[in-house]
């Protein structure tokens, strides 16, 4: 018989994120949680259900695309650089959600690296650069570094609610 495993607090609770700065610490803790949650949320999620969309809500694949493509857009906007072909390609590509056998692993695998690749990204973030201006988007509306990751962090958030919701629905065949 084993022993069940002792449930850890939410990353907030956890202590600091290492090399992380500390104004940057919510951030973290924001993405990791996000992660966790999507990992134990979809753990042998069906492909064929990436797709479904109940009553028109975003579908979980569309999700897991969007979560990645924020998170490297809004890193791109606070390094001061413009999206690339490949990122506005990404963006216009976020609702082709495959079904195929693998795929869940695969957008989720994605998801994942985007998450460290930022979380990389922010230990590299003086905290001085805070404050900075940062244009965003084709019309450079106004925004600062810490406006771009603050909102990585909860547009991540939300969407991740989105998605444990309709992954829930989808599983229970209540579409």
Known sequence: MTTPATPQPEFWLRGPVPAVPPLLQPVAHALLQARQE????????????LAARPAGVASVGFHLRHLAGVLNRMQTYACYQPLSAAQLAYLAAENDVPTTPGSSIALMAHFYATVGAFLEYLSTVPEATLPEFRPVGRAGLPSTVVGLLVHAAEHTTRHVGQLLVTARVVQAGLI
Do not use: R
């Open 38 to 49: 999507v990992e134990t949320a979809l753990q042998d999620f069906p492909d064929l259900l």
